[in-house]
């Protein structure tokens, strides 16, 4: 099982900019960012592929949102910018077995605890 810790949540206000860094103790191929609101589903946010760092992201966050990864130090990062009050949530970071992007939540198998991200009007 791989352990995830994210870092980097906050409260900001609308317009600002955060980033939220992932880390872990073990090898990860392909991750993503997701995020999650009381009473719904967690949704995918972002994802980046192993091999050749190919990304996708949700409609919501496009031209607002990068996310990056630093392969020797096993971290994953999400930058946000223009942050709006939807995108107010608790973010996760996951990792999937595969090499390949990852498109979907049953994709990845191991999650961090979470890191809130509360951003004002």
């Known amino acids: 099982q791989v352990q995830l810790v994210e870092s980097g949540g906050g409260l900001v206000q609308a317009g600002d900019s955060l980033r939220l860094s992932c880390t872990s103790a073990?090898?990860?191929?392909?991750m993503a960012w997701f995020r999650q609101t009381p009473g719904k589903e967690r949704e995918l946010v972002a994802a980046?592929?192993?091999?050749?760092?190919?990304?996708y992201y949700a409609d919501s966050v496009k031209g607002r949102f990068s996310i990056s990864r630093d392969k020797a130090r096993d971290t994953l990062y999400l930058q946000m910018n223009s942050l709006r009050t939807e995108d107010t949530a608790v973010y996760y970071c996951a990792a999937s077995p595969s090499l390949t992007l990852i498109k979907y939540k049953a994709g990845y198998t191991d999650w961090g605890q979470g890191t809130q991200v509360t951003v004002s009007s």
């Open positions: 980046i592929d192993y091999i050749r760092n190919d990304t």
């Open positions: 073990d090898r990860t191929f392909s």
